[in-house]
């Protein structure tokens, strides 16, 4: 697709030269994320919009022309949200990045969505709040992105994923229109639900430029430790055995052997690496509290045969446990060429279950698997791993994809706890939604975007 030039004219008077970019390297940067597969044509242009106005103009210029229209966050998505799979020009939210509110009465901030995640941890920890849906990428990924996603994040167990914190919204349409939903209430319930709708929408129903997000009051103390396990089996039955103890952790991570290893050779932090499994396990609290779940969630660990192999004496290591943790994923692309990461869900007392079946799976299509991830909530991640090269390691490698989602939604699961559907995902959709929801789903997406420019491509089976 060539971009008429009344539009590219147009365009480039609406935001500015600086706010444009067509330099083939820049095109090449954004025309991929965090899975690595670039669009074959890539974006014919990247905007960065400064602001509200300026990405409603682009919207309405773009509907005239019906050229598709690709947003972005921080390209750390997993499953090609943001890769501009028509073509067409990639809107790169990263220049509406300011806070413009903390309002410690009502305990919200209101956030453009460009904003790093991070950014805003940092800036609210000195009024002693936190925003709890921390992503494993929150170092680089914006609000926007997560939003967009529904992110969940390392303390979703105990508080939820991104959807629990959204507020209220502005967003421009894919036709112009700027609209607002919500607002600083923690209750609402006029019309239908439209910011249920939008978080998760990954990108395909509007463009968002404000959040109003919930924070909360940090906690008064944290306990971290790393617990050892004999078996992947036996770590995955302690979580199903904690949760049926009513204990709810703030964050009880998965980790393999491979992972394990994976970080250990790139960090050198002195982490155990000859046990078969580690469970990052966090409680926070009042003092009583976190002392009393913790002595209980010992019982559980006890008694699937774990054994505390760390734990965090003060902040400083702390911090260094959950590095540990946030290392694995760029760890482990330097195992093999190509790193297929897929995120299931599935009930957290199938833990131990779909731990088994993604072995025998692994074991048969022989193909190494690296598994870690929120045990907690269910959600691990497992990826398969191959040479690019090697089309036939490659095949065993998505065939066995395809088996570990038949094996997750048989066992009351789904195919994505986090990363969306996006490109990666949509051939196998239908494992979860029904015809009739999938045709529901696509009404919603016309009634947002008849024209079809906004994230063409993405989501639905049967797109190009
Ligand atoms: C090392 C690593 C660790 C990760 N850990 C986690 C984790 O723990 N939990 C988790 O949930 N995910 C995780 N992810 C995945 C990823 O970080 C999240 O999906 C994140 O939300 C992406 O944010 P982003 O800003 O990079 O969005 P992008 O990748 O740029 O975009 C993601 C989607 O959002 C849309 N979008 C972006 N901005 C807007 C906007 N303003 N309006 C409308 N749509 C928009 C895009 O079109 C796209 O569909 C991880 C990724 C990596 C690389």
Request: charged share 20%.
């Amino acid at each position: 697709m060539t971009l008429p030039a009344p539009f590219t004219h147009a365009l480039r008077q609406l935001l500015g030269p600086e706010n444009v970019a067509d330099a083939p390297e820049t095109l090449v940067c954004y025309s991929l994320d965090a899975m690595n597969e670039p669009a074959p044509e890539g974006p014919e242009l990247v905007v960065f919009p400064p602001d509200e106005a300026a990405v409603a103009g682009v919207m309405a210029l773009c509907q005239r022309f019906r050229i598709p229209v690709t947003p972005r966050g921080a390209g750390v998505g997993m499953t090609g949200g943001c890769v501009p799979a028509c073509g067409g020009i990639v809107m790169a939210m990263t220049r509406l990045n300011r806070i413009l509110e903390i309002d410690s009465d009502n305990l919200v901030a209101v956030v453009e969505p460009g904003v790093v995640t991070q950014h805003l941890q940092d800036a609210v920890k000195p009024l002693g709040l936190f925003y709890p849906p921390d992503p494993a990428s929150a170092n680089t990924s914006t609000l926007g992105g997560n939003v967009a996603e529904c992110a969940g994040g390392l303390s979703a167990v105990k508080y939820g994923v991104t959807k629990h914190y959204v507020l209220g919204a502005r967003f421009v349409l894919p036709d112009g229109t700027l609209c607002a939903a919500g607002g600083k209430m923690v209750k609402n319930v006029v019309g239908y639900d439209l910011l249920g709708l939008l978080v998760g929408s990954e990108g395909t129903l509007a463009v968002i430029t404000q959040l109003t997000l919930k924070l909360l009051p940090l906690p008064e103390v944290r306990r971290t430790l790393l617990v050892a396990f004999a078996s992947v089996e036996e770590a995955g039955a302690a979580v199903a055995g904690i949760i049926r103890a009513r204990i709810v952790p703030t964050a009880l991570e998965l980790m393999d052997r491979p992972s394990i290893r994976a970080v250990e050779d790139v960090l050198h932090y002195g982490i155990p690496t000859d046990a078969e499994a580690l469970l990052l396990v966090e409680i926070d609290g009042k003092p009583g509290d976190v002392e009393a779940d913790f002595l209980r969630l010992l019982e559980q660990v006890k008694a699937r045969g774990g054994h505390i192999a760390l734990e965090a004496a003060d902040a400083a290591q702390r911090e260094r446990i959950w590095e540990f943790r946030r290392t694995i994923s760029p760890a482990i692309t330097r195992l093999k060429s190509l790193k297929i990461n897929e995120d299931i869900v599935v009930p957290r007392s199938e833990m131990p279950r779909i731990l088994r079946r993604i072995e025998e799976i692994a074991a048969r299509f022989q193909v190494a698997v690296v598994c870690y991830g929120h045990a907690g909530d269910g959600n691990l991640h497992v990826n398969l791993l191959a040479e690019r090269q090697d089309r036939d390691e490659v095949k065993r490698a998505l065939d066995a994809v395809e088996e570990i989602f038949k094996a997750s939604v048989a066992l009351g699961g789904a195919i994505s706890g986090e990363h969306g559907i996006g490109l990666a995902k949509k051939r196998y959709i239908r494992y979860n939604l029904s015809p009739e929801v999938l045709a529901l789903t696509r009404r919603i997406k016309q009634a947002f975007d008849p024209a079809g420019i906004l994230n063409p491509g993405k989501i639905f089976p049967d797109e190009p």
